[in-house]
């Protein structure tokens, strides 16, 4: 017999930020409502452990992980490109070959471990509970760097609705973003949380998504506190390729690229 209701607990945007995660998992582990954790990509790069991150999330019991467009860059190793390319940054960009590097060096901390860590992500996951349909992704379903507007969920629902003729509610969950969204039209729900590990909306603390999900859903965005010094002073320690950057972005929690 199929669940009826589900509770998922997501986790986006890690980025190596070690003292989020251990206060995201600590959060996920104290609530009783939980019956699926899913972490949605970017773990690693532009962060100050990669290492401690990966031990930690392959510590997870029964977690479903995703790809991010970070995994993927680890993967393809951009590093080697005579131009690589990079969410849209011009080649000649100074702070695109920074990030360029921190991607080298956070796949130089991984070693073979994370590449196979990486090539095990599929870029979705969907699951069908009661009449939704769920779709986790970083962000989309058939790519790792733009999520969805509104006019694609909605092809991407009438793409597949034929298959599933007793979903109500399709809700589409991506990453990526590192800000909030909740979206919704017609009989489609967008929803991002932020970012669990590098937040992008001027507020420093990690935030966690949970959704419980059936012939109905709730979303709710657990925002939490943790050491962002800690943080800040680990990328001293560790001072990987753009690590000022990071130390700003982390202070501030928007994008510092000055």
Not at 85 to 104: F, R, T, Y
Not at 155 to 174: A, G, L, T
Request: aromatic share 10%; proline share 5%; with cysteine.
């Amino acid at each position: 017999m199929l669940m009826s209701t589900k509770t998922f607990a997501i986790l986006t945007d890690i980025h190596s930020n070690i003292f989020a995660l251990e206060a995201a998992i600590s959060i996920v582990n104290n609530r009783q409502d939980v019956d699926q954790l899913i972490c949605i990509g970017d773990y690693f790069a532009l962060g100050p452990d990669p290492i401690a991150t990966m031990k930690t999330l392959k510590l997870i019991p029964n977690c479903i992980f995703t790809r991010g467009n970070h995994e993927r860059y680890l993967l393809e190793k951009i590093w080697n490109d005579d131009n690589p390319s990079l969410e849209g940054m011009h080649p000649d960009d100074p702070i695109l070959a920074e990030i360029v590097q921190n991607e080298k060096w956070t796949a130089n901390q991984l070693g073979n471990e994370g590449v196979e860590f990486c090539k095990s992500l599929d870029i979705s996951y969907r699951e069908i509970i009661g009449t939704t349909l769920v779709e986790f992704t970083h962000a989309y379903y058939e790519r790792d760097e733009q999520p969805p507007t509104m006019e694609e969920a909605i092809n991407w629902r009438n793409s597949i609705q034929d298959k599933y003729p007793e979903i109500q509610q399709f809700i589409f969950v991506h990453g990526h973003l590192h800000v909030p969204r909740e979206e919704s039209k017609e009989n489609i729900t967008i929803l991002c949380q932020g970012a669990t590990g590098l937040p992008f909306d001027e507020d420093q603390r990690g935030a966690i998504g949970f959704l419980t999900v059936g012939d109905s859903f709730k979303w709710e965005v657990v925002r939490f506190e943790y050491n962002p010094k800690s943080t800040i002073d680990l990328l001293e320690e560790e001072q990987p390729p753009f690590y000022k950057n990071l130390q700003n972005t982390v202070k501030f929690a928007t994008i510092k690229n000055d």
